[in-house]
Antibody
Framework: QVQLQESGPGLVKPSETLSLTCTVS????????WNWIRQSPGKGLEWIGY???????NYNPSLKSRVTISIDTSKNQFSLKLSSVTAADTAAYYC?????????????WGQGPLVTVSS | DIQMTQSPSTLSASVGDRVTISCRAS??????LAWYQQKPGKAPQLLIY???SLHSGVPSRFSGSGSGTDFTLTISSLQPDDFATYYC?????????FGQGTKLEIK
């Protein structure tokens, strides 16, 4: 049973870069699609983007100019960087796996820590 | 972006009831639709994929139907553990998008 665990700061200052890492255990990261999704009270669930083991990425156009997703197959981890954050980026950030069943539905999720943007 | 609209936003029901939640896409997404259940403070969990396929381990009282733009999630006989928020999500077009959620409350 694959497990995903996010790690990173829970508080980020405005204009700085939000950085999170997702560690995958119980399975290899060298297949499937590895996603970031966020959830805020104001905007509900929002897909941020994905990366696969070949480092192919796809980002939500609404965030594309500020987002970078990377992968480290040697550590079974993938990461999110979101630059120039504002209070509107305050949300729970989930990492999730897709591609095991029926296309790219998200079949496994991390716990989704809250990241607050505040000075 | 594809807009996903769920109805109702809130649904009050009793244990044993049969309930239906609707999801409409702003354009055809074929059958590339998933349903998730989310409980407070927890991550969403996949229930249904490709509109009608039950994810492994999900009770058979959950079922999904539809294609194109109109989809339905049905719970045949509500159990206490089913009171939660439900989301639909399309994965036919980028960016992937979610509905706004349906909160299922105890009557």
């Amino acid at each position: 049973q694959v497990q995903l665990q996010e790690s990173g700061p829970g508080l980020v200052k405005p204009s700085e870069t939000l950085s999170l890492t997702c560690t995958v255990s119980g399975g290899s990261i060298s297949t499937y699609y590895w996603n970031w999704i966020r959830q805020s009270p104001g905007k509900g669930l929002e897909w941020i983007g994905y990366i696969n083991y070949n480092e192919n990425t796809n980002y939500n156009p609404s965030l594309k100019s500020r987002v970078t997703i990377s992968i480290d197959t040697s550590k079974n981890q993938f990461s999110l960087k979101l630059s120039s954050v504002t209070a509107a980026d305050t949300a729970a950030y989930y990492c999730a796996r897709a591609g095991t069943v029926g296309g790219t539905a998200f079949d496994s999720w991390g716990q989704g820590p809250l990241v607050t943007v505040s000075s | 972006d594809i807009q996903m609209t769920q109805s109702p936003s809130t649904l009050s029901a009793s244990v044993g009831d049969r309930v239906t939640i609707s999801c409409r896409a702003s354009q055809s997404i074929s059958s590339w639709l998933a349903w998730y259940q989310q409980k407070p403070g927890k991550a969403p969990q996949l229930l249904i994929y490709t509109a009608s396929s039950l994810h492994s381990g999900v009770p058979s009282r959950f079922s999904g139907s539809g294609s194109g733009t109109d989809f339905t999630l049905t719970i045949s006989s509500l159990q206490p553990d089913d009171f939660a928020t439900y989301y639909c999500q399309q994965y036919h077009f980028y960016p992937y998008t979610f509905g706004q959620g349906t909160k299922l409350e105890i009557k």
